[in-house]
C-alpha cells in the first residue's frame, strides 16, 4: 500500500473485469509475458488517483465509497487513492485543477466532477476535452433492459460519454387519497409537468385549498419548470441563451402567484420539509396538499412513506408521484454519484475496469442504498431489502416502482436554481417587473455561456 498525507481513504483497488479468454494459454505452447499474466489474473502494482470533492457526502457517499474499496481491493492488486481536492489544492482547488488537466496532467478519475469544478453547469467542463469518452469501453449502448439508458444519457456531450452517473435522486411529493379527494386534486393527471401544474393552479383556486406544503426553500419553485431544463435555454454549441420562451414566463408568474398567496417565512411551518411523524399529521389536520419528500429516491424515502403511513387513518390511502418534467415527460432527476475519467491518464483501462465493478450488479444492489441506482435491478432490491425489516402496502410500492421506473434526464447545475432565484426575486416581492428581472437573467447567463 502506498501513503500519502493528502489521502482521506488509503486504497481503492482496480481491475475486477477479465477479459474474455485471457485465462486460456497462449498458442502455440508460447509462456505468457508479464502483461498478459497480469490481464490474466489480477492486474499488477497499478495505482488509480481519485480526486473527491472536498463537499461530498460525508453520511452516505464517503463511507459508501470505502465499503466498496474494501471490498475492491480483495479482487485486485490495484490501488485507488482517493484524494480531497480541496487538501490537494487549497484555495482555488477548481481552477487549479483545471489547469492541471489541460496541460494534460491531474488524476486518473472525478467523483462527481460538476461539484470538483464548482462548476455552475458541468456541460462547460464536457466540452473542454478534458474527460475521456468511456462509450466504447463499457459498451452501454443497447442495454436499456439493465440500466436507466435516460440517467445514463445525461453524461453524453455530442455522441461521447463523458460521464457516468451511478447513483442519483428524485423528489416526489405524498399526500394521501382521501386528502386530494377532499381538495379536488387528481393526482392521474399529474403524469406531465403540465398536468401537475393545471390541477395545483385549480386547487389554489378554490376557497377551500390548504397551504400547499411542498418545498423546503422558495428557490426549488424553480424545479416545476421543463422549459428551463429541457428543452434548455442554454445552447452551449451556439452559445446562445433564450429566457424568451413562452413557458419559462408561465412558471415564474406561478411561482410570483404561489409566494403571493402563501408568503414563505424562513421560520414558517411552508418553508420547512416537516418530518414524516409530523407530515402524516399536517396531511390528516389539512394543513397540506402535499408533502415533499427530501431529495433521495432511495431507502430513506422508502423510510419516510413507512412513517407517514402508519400515522394516517386505517381506510386513507397514501399516494406517491414526482413531476415529469422533461420533454418526453420522465422524470428529472439529480446527480448524487457520478464519474468521470481524465483523457490523458495512463490507467485508462483500469480505470474502466472500476467503473464496470460500480456498474455491477453488487455495488448497484447492494451499496449506496440512500438513492436509486442506475441498475434497473437495484430499485426492487432496495425495496426487497426494506421490506425485510418493515411493511408498506403493495399500493404505495407500486406509486414508487412507477416514478423509479420513469426517470430521465440527470440535473447536474446544482447552482443554477439558486442563482435563478435570486435574479427573479425582486419581480416575485414586487419590487420590480418582470421584464427587467428576466433582462438581468438573460445578461448574466449570456456572459457565463460565452467565457
Known amino acids: 500500500m502506498k501513503s500519502s498525507k493528502l489521502r482521506i481513504l488509503s486504497i481503492l483497488m482496480v481491475g475486477v473485469i477479465t477479459l474474455a479468454g485471457c485465462s486460456s494459454a497462449p498458442p ?5 509475458t508479464t502483461e498478459q499474466q497480469v490481464t490474466a489474473g489480477k492486474r499488477d502494482d497499478t495505482t488509480l488517483t481519485v480526486y473527491i470533492p472536498s463537499w461530498m457526502d460525508r453520511t452516505y457517499l464517503l463511507p459508501g465509497l470505502k465499503t466498496v474499496a474494501f471490498e475492491y481491493e480483495s479482487r485486485t492488486n490495484a490501488d485507488i487513492d482517493l484524494i480531497d481536492l480541496y487538501t490537494q489544492y487549497e484555495p482555488e482547488s477548481a481552477k487549479k485543477l483545471s489547469v492541471e488537466l489541460m496541460s494534460g496532467k491531474g488524476p486518473d478519475i472525478m467523483i462527481n466532477p460538476g461539484q470538483c469544478f464548482s462548476t455552475l453547469d458541468v456541460h462547460k467542463v464536457m466540452a473542454s476535452g478534458v474527460f475521456a469518452d468511456l462509450g466504447p469501453l463499457l459498451e452501454l449502448e443497447g442495454k436499456g433492459d439493465r440500466y436507466f439508458t435516460k440517467v445514463l444519457a445525461s453524461g453524453k456531450y455530442g455522441d461521447e460519454q463523458l460521464i457516468v452517473p451511478l447513483f442519483f435522486s428524485i423528489r416526489c411529493f405524498v399526500s394521501t387519497r382521501d386528502v386530494l379527494e377532499k381538495n379536488h386534486f387528481d393526482i392521474n393527471q399529474c403524469g406531465t409537468y403540465d398536468g401537475f401544474l393545471n390541477e395545483l393552479g385549480g386547487c389554489l383556486n378554490s376557497a377551500t385549498a390548504p397551504p400547499p406544503l411542498i418545498y423546503e426553500q422558495r428557490c426549488q419553485f424553480l424545479y416545476l419548470s421543463d422549459s428551463i431544463y429541457d428543452p434548455p435555454v442554454i445552447d452551449y ?6 429566457f424568451s420562451r413562452p413557458g419559462v414566463r408561465e412558471t ?3 411561482t410570483k402567484d404561489l409566494m403571493e398567496r402563501y408568503p414563505l417565512s424562513p421560520y414558517g411551518e411552508n418553508y420547512r420539509t416537516p418530518e414524516a411523524e409530523d407530515g402524516a399529521g399536517i396531511l390528516k389536520s389539512g ?6 419528500n ?11 412513506l413507512y412513517h407517514i403511513n402508519i400515522r394516517i387513518e386505517e381506510n386513507d390511502q397514501l399516494v406517491m408521484t414526482a413531476l415529469r418534467r422533461a420533454s418526453d415527460n420522465s422524470v428529472i432527476t439529480y446527480d448524487k454519484f457520478s464519474i468521470a475519467v481524465n483523457r490523458n491518464s495512463r490507467n485508462l483501462e483500469a480505470a474502466t475496469e472500476f467503473i464496470e465493478y460500480l456498474l455491477s450488479d453488487t455495488v448497484q444492489c447492494n451499496h449506496f442504498q440512500a438513492h436509486l441506482p ?18 408498506l402496502p403493495e399500493s404505495i ?4 416502482r412507477s416514478v423509479a421506473n420513469d426517470v430521465g434526464s440527470v440535473q447536474f447545475n446544482f447552482q443554477f436554481p439558486a442563482m435563478m432565484y435570486e435574479l427573479m426575486e425582486p419581480y416575485y416581492l414586487g419590487k420590480e417587473s418582470y421584464e427587467s428581472c428576466i433582462s438581468k437573467v438573460q ?3 449570456s456572459i457565463f455561456v460565452d467565457e
Open 443 to 445: 445578461n448574466r447567463f
Open 397 to 400: 410500492l407500486n406509486d414508487y
Open 374 to 391: 442506475v441498475y434497473k435491478q437495484g430499485v426492487e432490491a432496495r425495496i426487497q431489502s426494506f421490506l425485510a425489516i418493515s411493511d
Open 237 to 242: 454549441n451556439n452559445r446562445t441563451v433564450d
Open 294 to 304: 427530501d431529495e433521495c429516491g432511495g431507502f430513506g424515502t422508502l423510510n419516510s
Open 287 to 292: 394543513k397540506a396538499l402535499f408533502l415533499a
Open 28 to 32: 502455440n505452447g508460447e509462456k505468457q
Open 252 to 254: 415564474y408568474e406561478f
